[in-house]
């Protein structure tokens, strides 16, 4: 159980810089889906960001049960969540940047009687100075659940960095 807890505990450090590869680690080796976020560019004639881009985080609880909230975004999604949530982060616009956020229904046994999805969205900068934001899913816990990132209302403006990503947990 203390091994659980500290597993849960380590996904509210600030993660926005660690290598991805990393961050999979308590999932096992590798997400279970990733999605390249649809581009949606801002309006004609709109400027880069020079220091930060907003990124806005939405999750919609399906489970029929509470849920419980970890992640290092500011302001974070409420600690527990009845129905669902909003939260928001910068991410840098000069380097590579990656946010990581859970949610489980028992934050006692994350990955044995829990439902636990857990998603990552990480942005990089090409050589054209264009972005792109990928986002990675997992899920844990062996109360059936589903973890779905929803395509049609998630996005990444290639030219500032800007980006939205819903998420449901059922």
Not at 61 to 66: D, R
Not at 125 to 150: E, K, M, P, R, W
Not at 153 to 170: E, G, K, M, N
């Amino acid at each position: 159980m203390t091994r659980n807890v500290k597993r849960l505990l380590a996904f509210a450090l600030p993660l926005s810089l660690a290598p991805t590869s990393g961050l999979a680690e308590p999932f096992g080796p590798s997400w279970t889906e990733t999605l390249v976020l649809p581009s949606r560019p801002s309006a004609p004639g709109a400027m880069p960001l020079l220091c930060m881009a907003w990124q806005e985080y939405y999750v919609l609880n399906l489970t029929g049960a509470t849920v419980w909230s970890s992640g290092p975004l500011t302001p974070p999604f409420p600690i527990l969540v009845a129905a669902g949530g909003f939260a928001s982060a910068g991410v840098s616009t000069s380097i590579p940047g990656t946010h990581q956020y859970l949610f489980t229904t028992n934050t006692l046994d994350p990955y044995g009687r829990a439902k636990t999805c857990a998603w990552q969205l990480s942005v990089a900068l090409d050589s054209n100075g264009v972005y792109a934001g990928v986002i990675h899913q997992a899920s844990a816990g062996n109360q059936g659940v589903l973890c779905t990132i929803d395509s049609a209302q998630s996005y990444f403006d290639p030219s500032t960095c800007r980006s939205q990503v819903v998420t449901y947990i059922q």
